[in-house]
């Protein structure tokens, strides 16, 4: 529920902190924080300043200085600050010279992608949900210098914990890709996602369900109720938020990382969208394929022919491309089908023509939610205006296809370095109305290179050991 700077204000004398954050480039919620008091109508016009040099994709030494101003919408208070109660803001990032909006601001980016969509008459509201997974382990370690590289986890559920003799031992592990809804105590976590699902409605979000995933070790599922573009964008980082604390808080760590173990399914993060004018679903066709209008179908045509470089935004660490690989349920084919879970665009199953929608399957919780719900709404608009032809529908098993057949399928790409060369190549649809800047994608596709690409193409990993030690 929109609130106004007067509620904020009210919502606020039941704390003694304000909790100011923001977004930086690749997708991690930063803030700093300041006494109660301090928070007063004319803040909310006037911003506070800060230094956006040690921002990562921000400024630089020379031009450090950056204005925060609060969205008095984005107002919560922090379910999980059970000590010291605390008000939460979302901000937007300006420049504190001219007072413009700051062009890598992510979340100034997904905003503008609303505008855009108003703009073309095609519709006037994107909503969102996105389905992120992740794993709740009861301890990780792991170390990478010039002399060693291990990672080492721990979960009381999972299939390597069944002869440990350290502690009582009560069986019912769960074996590789088993994990999908079984009932406690095989479930170990259900009262813990439950505590999930409570402080985020506590912290105002409107949820729908949680569920065990299909790995081991504690692989799980929420979902939040659709939203508009920034808002569900708003929400995601809340959501990561929420359930690492009260993990946390609960003697558990959580990870949101694609892939963190071997042989079993990664964690992805599926988006479902849809157009709306009005009280319309531009998206529903009763007559149509799997109920989609032809728009619906041209907004899958725009996302299938830009997936290479939406995938360097939606699925951006080198860690996605351990996940999108056959035989985990991952989407690997470019195609759209209205039940294969192998493609990378799904039509749900619904004859509710409100829950007509599509369903993007290749992004994963890694991504800066802002930049990759305002692609993904890009990539659909060029569709739409270019009246892109998304061919047609793949309704067969793709992973048993003959091999001639395979080949006439396009699959997403195995790498970040082939994914940041398709951005780099085919960016034009992100630029449209100023939405993306060159700017912004120019700091991104360096920063993935420099920071992601090459810190892991130049290091040794211990599996190499085991197959080239004694070559």
């Not at 004859?351 to 399957?361: D, W």
């Not at 205006?385 to 790409?413: F, M, S």
């Amino acid at each position: 529920m929109a609130k106004t700077v007067k509620e904020v204000l009210e919502l606020s004398k039941n704390t003694q902190m304000v909790d100011l954050r923001f977004i930086d480039l690749p997708g991690t919620w930063q803030h700093f924080t300041m006494p109660t008091h301090r928070l007063t109508a004319e803040f909310f016009e006037e911003g506070i300043p800060f230094d956006g040099s040690s921002i990562r994709g921000f400024q630089e030494i020379h031009e450090s200085d950056m204005l925060l101003k609060p969205d008095s919408e984005t107002a919560f208070i922090d379910p999980t600050a059970t000590e010291i109660p605390t008000l939460v803001l979302s901000c937007n990032v300006y420049d504190p010279s001219t007072f413009e909006p700051y062009s890598r601001d992510a979340r100034y980016v997904a905003l503008k992608a609303e505008a855009y969509l108003k703009s073309t008459g095609i519709a006037d509201t994107a909503y969102f949900a996105p389905e992120a997974e992740f794993f709740i382990f009861d301890s990780v370690r792991y170390t990478s210098g010039t002399n060693e590289a291990s990672y080492s986890i721990e979960s009381e559920e999972a299939w390597w914990s069944s002869n440990r003799t350290d502690r009582p031992n009560y069986g019912g592990q769960i074996l590789p890709k088993r994990g999908y809804f079984p009932v406690p105590p095989t479930d170990t976590l259900q009262t813990l996602r439950s505590k999930f699902m409570l402080a985020m409605e506590a912290a105002g979000v409107t949820m729908d369900l949680h569920h065990h995933e299909v790995a081991t070790a504690g692989q799980s599922e929420m979902t939040m109720t659709f939203t508009s573009l920034t808002r569900m964008a708003d929400n995601l980082l809340l959501y990561k938020y929420i359930i690492r604390n009260v993990a946390r808080q609960n003697g558990k760590t959580v990870t949101f990382m694609p892939k963190p173990l071997f042989g079993d399914n990664g964690s992805g993060m599926h988006v479902h969208s849809s157009l709306w004018k009005g009280n319309t679903n531009v998206f529903f066709d009763e007559k149509g394929y799997a109920g989609l209008s032809q728009n619906a179908k041209y907004y899958i045509g725009g996302i299938l022919k830009h997936a290479p470089a939406l995938l360097a935004l939606t699925s951006p660490t080198t860690n996605s491309y351990r996940r999108l690989v056959p035989g985990y349920e991952a989407p690997v084919n470019i195609a759209y089908s209205q039940r294969n879970r192998s493609a990378i665009c799904r039509i749900p199953t619904t004859k509710n023509p409100k829950a007509k929608r599509v369903e993007f399957r290749a992004p994963d919780p890694s991504c800066n939610p802002y930049l990759a719900f305002a692609a993904i709404l890009m990539a659909g608009l060029d569709g739409i205006t270019n009246k892109i032809d998304p061919g047609q529908p793949q309704d067969r098993d793709l992973y048993a296809l003959p091999d001639e057949e395979k080949k006439l399928i396009k699959q997403v790409p195995s790498s970040l370095t082939e994914v940041l060369d398709a951005l780099e190549a085919d960016h034009d649809f992100l630029l449209k109305n100023n939405v993306f800047t060159k700017d912004l994608l120019e700091e991104y596709i360096k920063y993935k290179r420099v920071n992601e690409v090459d810190a892991i193409r130049l290091r040794p990993t211990p599996h190499e050991f085991s197959l080239y030690f004694d070559c």
